[in-house]
């Protein structure tokens, strides 16, 4: 088992910035892929970002690229979400999710979820 916690999460105006946190642990070894991903209301989750825990296999949604950075502590155990440029449309629960696979994107290929974060960007 993996377990899973997300922080950093708040309100903050539109071109401000956020560093989301996601503190794992449990058999980390069992899951390298960790990943960020969103959900807003009325709207299906979705995948931010993924990292490994060796730092690899880095991958954006096109809708962040060039203004979100997914970035890892492994001594820490931590993986982080730098969100730059932040924009209304970014408004969203922020989930972190692991996986065994390190390649994967979608969202039955995560075993293990935390809470999530809530994140508001106001206009």
């Known amino acids: 088992q993996v377990q899973l916690v997300e922080s950093g999460g708040g309100l903050v105006q539109a071109g401000g910035s956020l560093r989301l946190s996601c503190a794992a642990s449990?058999?980390?070894?069992?899951?390298?892929?960790l990943a960020w991903f969103r959900q807003a209301p009325g709207k299906e989750r979705e995948f931010v970002a993924r990292?490994?825990?060796?730092?690899?296999?880095?991958a954006y949604a096109d809708s962040v690229k060039g203004r979100f950075t997914i970035s890892r502590d492994s001594t820490e155990n931590t993986v982080y979400l730098q969100m730059n440029s932040l924009r209304p449309e970014d408004t969203a629960v922020y989930l972190c999710?692991?996986?065994?696979?390190?390649?994967?994107?979608?969202?039955?290929?995560?075993?293990?979820w935390g809470q999530g974060t809530q994140v508001t960007v106001s206009s």
């Open positions: 999710a692991a996986s065994r696979w390190p390649e994967v994107t979608r969202i039955n290929e995560f075993a293990y």
């Open positions: 990292i490994t825990w060796s730092g690899g296999w880095i």
């Open positions: 449990g058999r980390t070894f069992s899951a390298p892929a």
